[in-house]
């Protein structure tokens, strides 16, 4: 495990008071302020931070990763160690939704005043909890710095959906779905490996076969249209709530006619609203954009993989929750389906002994699998550009001046 790196000259804290009503954090009971970076796998950001002097603020950097507090896997002693390690801090920088922040955790956090989120999602934050305990929680959309300092990093063009502009994860969704298709991983490692191989087996068009959005929000919906436009593939989706009214709502956000986006179909819906039995047995893609939550774990399990066709692939670049791990390596290993690409696992980062870090995927019988370390957000443009807003409340929290995107 990685250690952090600490800048250690620190100042006494002023005299500062929250209440809550459940209890009274001051930060005159501390010696010193101090920062916890967490998760900053690829040690990215430091620099966004090297302007606030080492007198003011002791930050360190962690770049490994603890499991989950509220993990069912995750032992009493590794909670112990999650505690032992945030308890000295006074704020904490977090990346996404890696650490998870229940009300469990924050409770043992005496000393913690500021945590600074990244994102839009905080479902795995307890924003109750952290009122009640004077914790204030802010975020880091991804819209920029508002007090008009400069970026030190190229600006990011910003592009309208309907004119070819996308999410991070809507072009990891499509790399994963190409890869798969077009034998991407197979044939590089036939390449590369000790038999000095050639091509692997046959790829397979995308060109008017059926793609199925599980998940019709803005990201599953970015994913739909390049599908339709692209390929002119037949789009198929579902959710809970899912009608064909709003499925049609969907395709004209994205700049797509309601009706006549499938080529073969001119008559019927560009996104057309089907069962969740439907989806899974028509589609030659599955990919997953659906919210994580209680209702939705585990929400593609056995019966939903029995349906797909052989040839069929699955990507799921949402959370990994979504689908039942068991259900999915035994289809995989039986070669139920064609693949499966998976950027979100349960457990993050997996852990050595993981059966998706085995090398015998697409070999001896069973289907193709591509991994990534959930890498559908992690691109230079937004990940500096979170930083560069956790910054600058940073900046505002030490002058006592208000929070933006203030979550609590």
């Known amino acids: 495990m990685l250690c952090g790196r600490s800048m250690r000259m620190t100042i006494r804290s002023p005299i500062v008071t929250w209440y809550s009503g459940a209890r009274v954090r001051s930060l005159a009971t501390q010696a010193k302020l101090s920062m916890a970076i967490l998760d900053d796998y690829l040690d990215i950001a430091k620099p966004h931070f090297s302007h606030i002097p080492e007198s003011q603020l002791s930050i360190t950097t962690f770049n490994d990763s603890l499991p989950a507090f509220n993990h069912p896997q995750t032992s009493a002693s590794s909670r112990q160690a999650i505690i032992d390690r945030l308890r000295p801090f006074t704020i904490i920088s977090t990346m996404r939704e890696r650490t998870p922040f229940p009300r469990e955790l924050l409770l043992e956090l005496p000393n913690l005043k500021l945590l600074l989120a990244t994102g839009t999602q905080f479902e795995t934050f307890d924003l109750t909890a952290a009122s009640e305990l004077g914790i204030s929680v802010a975020a880091a959309p991804g819209r920029g710095r508002t007090d008009g300092k400069p970026s030190q990093r190229p600006a990011r063009p910003k592009l309208d959906i309907k004119k070819g502009g996308s999410h991070p994860t809507t072009q ?28 692997s087996q046959l790829a397979i068009g995308l060109t008017g076969t059926t793609l199925g959005v599980v998940g019709l929000g803005r990201l599953g919906a970015a994913v739909a249209r390049i599908g339709s436009l692209a390929w002119g593939m037949r789009v198929v989706c579902w959710s809970e709530n899912l009608t064909q009214e709003k499925a049609n709502r969907k395709a004209e956000e994205v700049g797509l006619a309601a009706y006549g986006g499938n080529p073969l179909d001119p008559t019927s819906p560009t996104f057309t609203a089907v069962s969740k039995e439907e989806l899974f047995s028509t589609a030659d893609v599955v990919s997953l954009h659906y919210v994580l939550s209680e209702r939705s774990r585990g929400i593609v399990g056995a019966k939903e ?38 950027d979100v696992f349960d457990v993050e980062p997996l852990p050595a002994d993981s059966p998706w870090r085995s090398t015998v995927w697409g070999t001896q019988g069973r289907s193709n699998l591509i991994v990534t370390p959930h890498m559908g957000y992690v691109e230079d443009g937004i990940m500096h550009t979170w930083y560069e807003e956790t910054a600058e409340n940073l900046e505002r929290w030490l002058r006592g001046d208000v929070l933006i995107h203030r979550l609590n």
């Not at 790399?175 to 390449?191: E, T």
């Not at 029995?306 to 692939?313: C, D, F, G, L, P």
């Open 172 to 199: 990891h969704a499509w790399a994963l779905i190409l890869a798969l298709a077009r034998n991407v991983a197979s044939d590089d490692a036939a390449i590369k490996g000790p038999a000095k191989g050639w091509q």
């Open 305 to 342: 993989l029995a349906r797909m066709k052989q040839s069929a692939m699955l990507v799921n670049t949402s959370r990994g929750p979504l689908v039942d791990d068991a259900a999915l390596y035994d289809a995989l290993d039986k070669r139920r389906i064609r693949g499966a690409g998976l």
